[in-house]
Every structure is written in C-alpha cells, then in structure tokens.
RNA sequence: GGCAGGGUAGCUCAGCCGGUUAGAGCACGGCACUCAUAAUGCCGGGGUCGCGGGUUCGAGUCCCGCCCCUGCUACCA
C-alpha cells in the first residue's frame, strides 16, 4: 500500500496513435490497474510531445501554427486512449506552460547545483538541409546523406550549450550495479552499460536553429538566445507533470517506474538519471522497456507499408480482446507478433471457448439447480491451487521480476483450465438429477463461483470492461476494479444472485471451423 | 566490424548448476460427456533439440568452429 506514479513515454505529436503506442499504454495501463487492486494511490501519466523542428515543418507544410498543429493532435490520442480504456491520471502536453516554466526551473537547478555540468561549446558537423538535422557517420554514404543523396552535406558550425554527461559515466555505472531492478530488463542494462564502457560524451542541451520549444534559460556569452534541446524538454514531462518545482512536487515524484520502448532506452536510463543528479532530484525507482509489435514478423513501418490500423484490429473482436491479445502474444519483455490467424485462435480458444464458456456453464448451473443463488461452500483443494497461481501472478505483475504481463495471464489461464477441469470431474449436472447429493452439488457450485468471481477480479487490469461484465453477471457488489488483492483468498460469493447476460466472448458464426470447411 | 542474446514439435515457447522414454499451450486425430458459446474433459499422433567436431559412463544442457536471426554500437523527436 503506497503511492505509485508510473508513466509512458509522451508520444510525438507528428502523425495519428498506432497500435505500437497502444501496446504500450495498454501494458502500462494493466500495470497501473494491478496497482489499484493493490490498494495503492496510483497516478499514471500520459501525454505528448509538442516541440521540435518536425512538428513546426509539418503545421508550415498545412499553413498553420505549431500550437494549432499539436492541438489537433493531442485530441486525436486522448480519444483513442478512451477509446482502449486507459485509465490515466494526467495528460501532460510539453506546451503547457506548468511544463515549460518546470523544465527552465531544473535547468536551472543544475546551473545552481552543478554550474560546470553547462558548458558552451561549438558543435561541428555534416549538416543536411534535407533532414535538417546532423548526420553522424554511419549515415553518410560517399559524403552524402543517405535519405538525401542529391544534397550536399555543409559542413556547420553552430555554438551551444552542452550538458556534462560525461560526468556522470561511473554515477550510472554503480547506479546500473547496484539497483539492477532500476534498469529492465537485463538485456537493455547489459547494452547500456556497454555505452557507458564506450565512454559517454557529453549531449547538447540548446538549439539555434529552431524555435519551436522552451527558451534555454540562459542565453550566450555572446547574448544569442537558444531553444532548449529535445532531451531536456521532453523527459522532465515526467517529473514538471508533479508540479516541479511548486511545492508538493515531491508528493508523487520519484516516478516508481516510467514504462518506455526499447528506442529510447539511452535517454530514460542515461541521460534522465544523469539531469536529474546534476539538478541534485532524485531519481526514477525503475525504467521498464518493453519490445515493439511485429506485423507478421515484420517490423510495422510506413514507409515498408506494413502497417495494421488501430481501428480495424479494435473493431475485429471489440476493445478487451484486443487488450488481451496484445498483452497475451506480445511479451512485455520483448518483441511479439501480431497476426490476424493468431488474433482468431486466441480469441476462440482463450476467451469464447475457456474462459467465456466457463462463465457461461457455471451461470447456468447455478440458475438452473440452485435457483440462481450462489450456494455457500468451504475452501478445498482447487482453492489452495488457486492461491498458490495468485501468487505467481503478483510476482509476475509487481515488477520484482519485471513485468511479465504475458507470464501473469498464462497464470491465469491456469485457473480457467483448472475450473473447467473440475467442473468436468465433479459433474455438477450428474450430481443435480441425484437428490442424496444435494450438498455436494452446493459444495461443487459454491467452489466454481468461487473460482469464478476471482478469474474477474485477476483478468480485470487486463479487460476491465468484461471483467466488470462478468463481476455483474455474478451478482458481485459494488464494482470489481474495488476489489482487493488482498482480500482476494477470503472473496466468498455465497448469496449472490446470478444473472446469465449474453455471452461475453462470441463465438462468430464465421470464424467457427464448420463454416472454413467448405 | 565489436559487444550481447537467440536458433527445441505445424505455430508460440519452457527446459536451472549435464543424467532414466525431450515438455506446455495452440493447431490436428480419436474417445467421453451434455451444465455450457458444437463449448468442456480424457487419450493420442507429431521433434535429426541450426550444422560439424570435441569433453564425458552419459549433452538441447559444457568446449571449439561454422551458418542464420535479433538487439546495442548515442543528438529523430
């Protein structure tokens, strides 16, 4: 029981929400879920980032302003975010003005707390007008940019500010050594710690050549006024979304995880943790990478012209399954496929088949032989089973291990099977037409909702919507995203009244094997 | 190129410090059952464990070489 501030990354504000966003607002969202099951005061935190020369080009490209740009955007996310039941706290936007006067006041905090850690510098390099931006090495190609070969690179010189990361090299080195849960999973922190091993140099941390974005607060020798560089406008989202720096702030910061994809594992577990020592702030609790959603193995890309619509794979089977497909297939660890063939299998075989027929079985029976009365019942074996899978599930979900979204939904999954199977040894239907087992019928009954109302509760943070479909359809009180983990052991259903709603997961009549078969 | 991880049933993967007939889920086939969304349960078929050597009484499991795949190798927000 405690605060739990978990965020994602704020997504660019140059194109529509696709399902590689979703995949991660989707885990993070579970996770978050978790937590309130948990009893913890969550806040999670979305948003977007709105500066950045990209993001000027496109709205000019329109005839509009940067600030009308990303105000036609922001919107477009918020809705889908709705859309796919993501219950955030906060949507931070990198143009509100709390997030620019946060990110001068810690830019700040590091000239008064590490006044060496900035520095001016003139930064050299092959600057191509195409990208406008520079090129490093590997993307030159005979002295040409490989995206723009009929331009040629200039070579440009422009002054800076520069942040000292350099510094800040053995800091991250113990920091990744001695806290091994700040950086998952192994995989990521074994790559960052060879950058580090590399040497890190020091980033640029103002701009010239663009001014879309926070002023750097503080100007040139020569008097030039910057714009603040990406990584220091973009990454205090997480810490200036607290209030930095109006007191209160430290109510809810450090972030206990900040949920991000592996592209930018080098600036959360870097150049983050390094900010916000030389500002002298404390640190994230832990940075979680996720894997990307492959398109049939496939990278999804748009220049590849692999890509999948959000909006068709939502309307496919409805907004849970979805939810659950993704966290189910996709291991939150690292990369997974999404294919229509395994999206149909999992739907028919998981959820219409296993856990929807579980529900809809065990309804019916308690309609039909107990007159729709959850019968009482002591705990027994399947309990103590189930217990023991409720284990695995938050050691799966908490983070101690990382998390392993996918790992706890397989636990899961365990618990269907288990019921189906004991509904099938117990034979509750046999036992009904035998008047001398009336009390082993309760008993099988009572052992059966049991199992149920805690399926609903475990699958809630992953498809809240048919978890609260189901809680309902059981008879359960209040709603089941107020239940409690804890108190999960001791959830008794005896005396609730069922109602048998229509079927949660569907079977469609075209998707069934007889109709394939011609 | 360097560093890291991986190549195990049709598919997705488990197999820790080497040890009896290599496992799971899905898919496939058969049987049982009827409470249920033709759902469920049980049984079964199916694998040269990337390739080639080596160590060992014994190797997916250790060592060497090779092939293939993936990630990282820093200023894109």
Known sequence: MGKFYITTAIDYANGDPHIGHAYEKIGADAIARFHRLRGDDVHFLIGMDEHGQTVAQKAAERGLTPQQQVDEIAPRFQEMWSRLEISYDQFIRTTEDTHKAGVRALIKRIFDNNPDDFY??????????????????????????????????????????????????????????????????????????????????????????????????????????????????????????????????????????????????????????????????????????????LFGGEKLSKTAGVRLELDE???????????????????????????????????GADLANAFGNLASRVITMIEKYT??????????????????????????????????????????????????EYAQQQQPWTLSKQPESRAELERVLASLARQLARLSVLVSPFMPLKAQELWESLGGPDSVSEQRLDALTRLDPAGWRVTKGPALFPREPHTAKASSAI
Request: glycine share 8%.
């Open 120 to 293: 001016e510098k003139s930064y050299r390099g092959l600057y191509c007008v195409g990208c406008e931006s520079f090129k490093q090495a590997a993307e030159i190609v005979d002295g040409r940019c490989v995206l723009h070969p009929t331009r040629v690179l200039e070579q440009v010189e422009e002054r800076n500010w520069f942040f000292r990361l350099s510094k800040y090299g053995e800091f991250l080195r113990r920091l990744f050594t001695e806290r091994p849960e700040f950086l998952q999973p192994d995989s990521r922190r074994n790559e960052m710690l060879s950058l580090i091993d590399q040497g890190l140099e020091d980033i640029s941390a103002s701009r010239a050549r663009f001014a879309w974005g926070v002023p750097f607060p503080a100007p040139l020798s020569d008097g030039e006024q910057q714009t603040t560089y990406v990584w220091f406008d973009a990454l205090p989202n997480y810490l200036t979304a607290t209030g930095f720096p109006a007191k209160g702030y430290r109510d809810r910061w450090p972030a206990d995880v900040h949920v991000i994809g592996k592209d930018i594992t080098r600036f959360h577990s870097i150049i983050w943790p390094a900010m916000l020592q030389a500002a002298e702030l404390p640190l994230p609790r832990r940075v979680w990478v996720h894997g990307f959603v």
């Open 313 to 347: 794979a939502i309307a496919r089977f409805g907004v849970d399954p979805f939810r659950y497909f993704l966290l189910r297939e996709v291991p939150f660890d690292g990369d997974g496929s999404f294919t229509w063939e395994r999206f149909e299998d999992r739907y």
């Open 371 to 420: 007159g729709g009365t959850v019968p009482a019942g002591q705990a027994n074996d399947i309990d103590r089973a189930d217990a023991s899978d409720l284990a695995d599930y938050i050691s799966a979900m908490d983070g101690s291990r990382g998390y392993l979204l996918h790992e706890a939904l397989r636990i899961v999954w365990k618990s269907v099977t288990r019921a189906n």
